[in-house]
């Protein structure tokens, strides 16, 4: 997960650096088009996989989560500033608790209820409404932290009945179908320097969802959720020292504010789960 919070950090300066000439739509198709060469490596274990019904049904959904969720993500990086974009990332963990509860069944407790709502308000401290005005850029950070969690909760579930390799390329398979006519209706020829920083953008993004993959499969998520936040810490440091933006401080305590919820929440699942169930010895996936 450390080195997932690296690459993404660097997937996110990157498309800072590409700015906005080329529709963001077009962006994400040629990051996850130029990304399938790295599925290369690994096309006879993907021939010879058998998804079944159930298989195909996750990764396209999975996939349609995350078709939109990269195309408002693509949108956002290019009208506000990276710490901004981080911060609000981090309201994956709490969409995917609402979702768990509305379309997976699972109880909510007054505790958890309460740290969701602290996240929240961690949100407006970050987007001011009233107080400033609000870039559309802050509206698709909305939809990309929903949508993501909606992917994030389905790659939890692939990762524990596929491998990761399998899991990432069918990704960015689903992705680049998914992306394909959202570019088409828009295209903008890019440039050689843009198609350079685009797949250095594929480089990490790929690698990032390996590396997570692979952490979502060897510990439960109360281990590797932690670990994300020093994303915020780097994105600060990265924004001020490359892009001329100067730390925010309703920004950094806006992101504390989540962090500091979401935090809760995950140790409040570790102990309902430690209460609930004592496993055995040979269940830890090391």
């Known amino acids: 997960m450390i080195a997932t919070g690296f690459c993404f950090v660097m997937v996110t300066a990157l498309v800072k ?12 198709f040629l990051r996850y088009l130029l990304g399938l060469v790295f599925l ?3 096309w006879k274990q993907l021939a010879a996989m058998k998804l079944g019904s159930r298989g195909w049904t996750l990764f396209s959904i999975r996939g349609a989560f995350h ?27 709490v969409y995917v608790s609402i979702l768990a509860v509305l379309f997976l069944g699972e109880q909510i407790a007054a505790r958890r209820i309460l740290a969701i709502v602290a996240a929240l308000i961690g949100a407006l401290v970050i987007l001011r409404p009233g107080i400033r005005e609000l870039d559309p850029g802050h509206i698709a950070m909305i939809f ?34 998914g992306l394909a006519p959202f570019a088409a209706a828009n295209w903008v020829t890019p440039t050689p320097g843009e198609l350079g920083i685009l797949f250095f953008v594929a480089c990490f993004a790929t690698a990032g969802h390996f590396a997570m993959t692979n952490a979502f499969a060897a510990a439960p998520v109360t281990v590797t959720q932690p670990v994300t936040f020093l994303q915020l810490v ?19 305590a806006g992101g504390g504010i989540i962090v500091a ?22 269940a830890t996936k090391t």
């Open 17 to 28: 650096l590409l700015g906005g000439r080329i529709p963001a739509a077009e962006s994400a």
């Open 40 to 42: 290369i490596p690994a």
């Open 67 to 93: 078709t939109l969720g990269v195309i408002c993500w693509f949108y956002a990086m290019t009208r506000i500033p990276i710490a901004e974009v981080t911060a609000m990332n981090y309201l994956n963990p």
């Open 144 to 177: 990309t932290a929903l949508l993501f969690a909606g992917s994030y909760l389905t790659a939890k579930i692939l990762s524990g009945e596929h491998s990761a390799i399998v899991v990432v390329a069918m990704l960015s398979i689903t992705v680049t179908i």
């Open 234 to 252: 780097w994105s600060v440091i990265v924004g001020a020292a490359f892009f001329a933006e100067p730390p925010d401080p309703y920004v950094i």
């Open 261 to 282: 919820a979401v935090s809760f929440i995950t140790w409040r699942e570790a102990r309902a789960k430690k209460r609930a169930i004592t496993p055995p010895i040979h």
